[in-house]
């Protein structure tokens, strides 16, 4: 291994170095096919060519920690390892086994903790015979190795002189649905640091937030233009930074190319806009009733685990109480089912489900359904549904995982019956639009003693802080202090929940309305967030969606409109660096649209008709 890097290493030469490819690929695909390839592959391939010339075992062990493994695990599986030469996984931070006649690939967060760990494995010691693994060594990186940690693993001649592979992957990141990413950062004091810190420079948390989010650019290929709210200084600082550290990628990677750099044909170089919670505090408030939305609200779930009461086929009976079994189920990709109805309204999802489940009944020479269930179109019971699936056995697979998602869809509404959601989402859409379903504009006195209403209906305070939570940020504050404290009163919420209200402040949103000006961006942001429940954000005020419980649009969505289409205002989302012409940008893009996952029909009272 050389004694110091002269260049940092590019991505891998599947990401970096090669064309792109005219099949559009996932970035699921792109992150297993770094991973298979362009590490454990390759890494493979160098020991098979060590063991023929006499090295030992052709096995690898590969030995991650809690960060890494995450990474690998939202992407590949056991299966691909095994296929690649890998005979065990090991934790790095816990005790191991040797494997003296194997090759050891480690595969870490460049963090200080983790290569101490791994500096140990090679440094002697009284009472340790010899090292863990055999004469080679692989060291992947998720992100940039920092020079003070790369000197360490210098310091260990053991280690040095056994290394073949050391290379930073650029895969910090996890990979949990085929286009969507998020960096694993869970830490109590994440908000407090973005949002409770007056310091003008980014702290530690930010700056590997920024690194992470490098590390995604590196992976897709993509070099963007940063863009970032105007007067938040939060974001232009994470602007700012992302961009010195994109700039530094680059310089240190002459070989890896970005869509839009000119030589690559029929590419485009991306934008990057980086906003905080502040941008919408509404959203994440408002009970939303789409499949994913409602599982991960109301049901108890532990990352993509979920463990839900399974009917069971054996002793369910009609009139009898239903017995039931406690089942853990993974809702992630791997679930062809969990795919397509994830992102639908609930009332679809069931409906969904019946029909495929009534399909294969219908379709199979042996009746499970009672004559009178037959040909109704009603939703299918969950009773019926386990005698469907005992007499059905040829189809027991697929009505397996068909029953699977019923049986979690029908605890979802029981949630939702049970909460009281029906009137309470009802109430929380109108606050949202300042309409009511019926399109009525009520005043705010009749909408503030339906509140209160609902504060003596609910007995989870939690669900009273939703609440009074979502009429401060969509009135930007109470008229007054008097209306304040009232609701306040009613809500009888605890210290801890109180002071999580008050933090809404830090957010931008006041908890008594302020003066403002007519051209600041608090005063035009509730025309602008109606502008954007009409379709296409034309202000037209039909709903987009069928449901009068989901009639509430994001705001985000308008942004995003504004931006696939060029109209992102430049001086209310300046950019890091000029951006170029605004037509070069745009380029095909213009004839691209975001569109909702709702449907675009008339108003149905779902809730009323089908729980």
């Keep these: 291994m050389p004694s110091s890097r002269k260049k940092k290493p590019s991505p891998s030469s599947s990401t970096s170095t090669s064309a792109p490819s005219s099949k559009t690929q996932s970035l699921r695909d792109i992150v297993q096919q770094h991973l ?224 839009g750099d000119g030589v690559h044909p029929n590419s485009e170089r991306a934008t990057i806009l980086i906003l905080d919670r502040k941008d919408d505090c509404l959203s994440p408030l408002i009970h939303e009733f789409t499949y994913e939305a409602m599982v991960n609200d109301l049901l108890p779930m532990d990352d993509d685990r979920i463990t839900y009461d399974s009917v069971n086929a054996g002793t369910a009976k009609e009139g009898s109480e239903e017995a039931t079994t406690k089942m853990d189920a993974l809702l992630n990709d791997n679930d062809e089912v969990w795919v397509e109805l994830r992102g639908k309204h609930i009332a679809d999802v069931i409906q969904t489900l019946s029909a495929k489940i009534r399909d294969i009944v219908d379709s199979s020479t042996g009746s499970a359904l009672t004559s009178s269930a037959k040909g109704t179109g009603k939703a ?111 809500a009888n919420l605890s210290p801890k929940e109180l002071a999580a209200l008050q933090n809404l402040e830090k957010m931008g949103c006041p908890m008594v309305q302020v003066q403002e000006g007519k051209g600041s961006k608090l005063a035009n942001l509730r025309d602008k967030r109606v502008s954007a429940y009409g379709r296409g954000g034309s202000g037209s005020s039909e709903s987009e969606s069928e449901y009068s419980s989901s009639r509430y649009v994001c705001i985000l969505k308008s942004l995003m409109e504004d931006a696939a289409s060029g109209n992102l205002s430049v001086d209310d989302y300046p950019s890091v660096m000029p951006l170029p012409d605004a037509e070069a940008m745009l380029g095909s893009s213009k004839s691209k649209s975001v569109s909702s996952v709702r449907k675009a029909t008339g108003s149905s009272q779902w809730a009323k008709t089908s729980t």
Excluded at 58 to 84: A, C, K, Q, T
Excluded at 450 to 459: A, D, N, T
């Design 380 to 490: 299918l019971s969950i009773n019926q549904m386990a005698k469907a699936l005992k007499a059905l056995p040829e189809y027991r697979e697929i009505m397996s995982k068909l029953s699977q998602h019923m049986q979690i869809a029908h605890q979802c509404m029981d949630s939702f019956n049970r909460l009281g959601l029906l009137d309470l989402s009802d109430l929380e859409q109108t606050l949202a639009t300042g309409k009511t379903d019926e399109g009525r504009t009520p005043k705010l006195k009749e909408l503030l003693g339906q509140v209160v209403e609902q504060f003596r209906q609910q007995s989870d305070s939690m669900m009273r802080l939703r609440l009074l939570a979502i009429v401060i940020v969509s009135q930007r504050g109470l008229s007054s202090d008097s209306d304040l404290q009232k609701l306040l009163h009613e």
């Design 36 to 259: 298979l390839e362009d590490v454990f592959e390759a890494s493979s391939t160098a020991v098979q060519q060590h063991q023929g010339q006499g090295g030992g075992s052709s096995w690898m062990v590969l030995v991650v920690d809690p960060e890494s493994l995450r990474v690998i695990s939202s992407s590949i599986g056991m299966y691909n390892l095994m296929e690649h030469h890998v005979s065990i996984v090991e934790d790095l931070m816990k005790k191991r086994a040797p494997f003296r006649d194997q090759a050891v690939l480690y595969f870490v967060e460049p963090n200080e903790k983790s290569i101490k760990r791994i500096i140990e494995d090679w440094t002697p010691s009284v009472g340790k015979k010899g090292p863990l693994y055999g004469d080679t060594v692989f060291l992947y990186f998720l992100g940039r190795l920092p020079d003070e940690l790369f000197s360490m693993i210098k310091s260990c001649k053991e280690l040095v002189k056994r290394v073949k592979v050391l290379k930073e992957v650029n895969l910090d990141f996890l990979t949990k649905e085929a286009d969507a990413f998020h960096f694993d950062m869970k830490t109590d004091s994440l908000y407090s640091d973005l949002y409770l810190s007056n310091s003008s420079t980014p702290s530690p948390l930010q700056d590997r937030m920024i690194s992470k989010l490098v590390t995604v650019c590196a992976t897709l290929n993509e070099y963007p233009h940063v863009r970032f709210p105007a007067k938040n200084p939060l974001c232009e600082r994470l602007a700012n930074l992302f961009q010195q550290k994109m700039n530094e990628f680059v310089g240190a990677n002459a070989e890896w190319w970005y869509n």
